[in-house]
């Protein structure tokens, strides 16, 4: 009777050996559509207002996103079409200054009468790829000489390092 048991073990632990299945793999996958945008900014018209008048013309344009979400970061440009806000009867260019100001990030200016475009480099960080609120602010900084109309289009454009 001892030896029946001992083969019945030894024949139970065969068997149940040479039953196990082979393992399942299962992937497991997901995505994160990439972004890259400064979104809050509707089409906007800045009326500065009388350019020779000497006073202070300026604004803010508050409820700005800046948001790219790659980890390699972001450059974002400020670019002006005319180098400035420029007469439509003569060559007279009235400059300005824009910022981007963002909460966290180091804000982003373009000075007109320096030159026609600002770049900034960003870091890829969690709080870029959230949005980083901020705020455009516009002041200008020259004079008009001759009469009429100063017109310039600035644009924000934001891009994956």
């Known amino acids: ?6 083969y019945s ?7 149940a050996a040479s039953v196990s299945a082979d393992p399942v793999s299962i992937a497991i996958q997901g995505n994160v559509d990439p972004i890259c945008q400064v979104s809050g900014l509707g089409p906007v ?4 207002g009388i350019l020779n008048s000497g006073a202070t013309l300026s604004t ?20 002006s079409t005319n180098e400035g806000m420029k007469s439509n009867s003569s060559t007279d260019v009235v400059h300005y ?6 909460a ?11 030159s026609k475009s600002s770049v900034g480099a960003y870091s890829g960080s969690s709080l870029l790829a959230t949005g980083e609120t901020a705020a455009l602010d516009i ?3 020259g004079a008009a000489t001759y009469a009429g109309d100063y017109s310039d289009t600035l644009t924000i454009t934001i891009a994956q390092q």
């Open 1 to 6: 009777m001892k030896k029946l048991g001992i």
């Open 9 to 15: 073990i030894a024949a139970s632990a065969f068997f």
């Open 45 to 48: 018209n800045y009326q500065a």
């Open 60 to 79: 803010s344009i508050p409820g700005l996103t800046v948001q790219c979400n790659y980890s390699s970061g972001a450059n974002v440009t400020l670019t």
């Open 97 to 102: 200054t824009a910022t981007l100001n963002m």
């Open 104 to 114: 966290t990030l180091t804000d982003l200016t373009l000075d007109t009468s320096a």
């Open 139 to 141: 002041a200008v900084t």
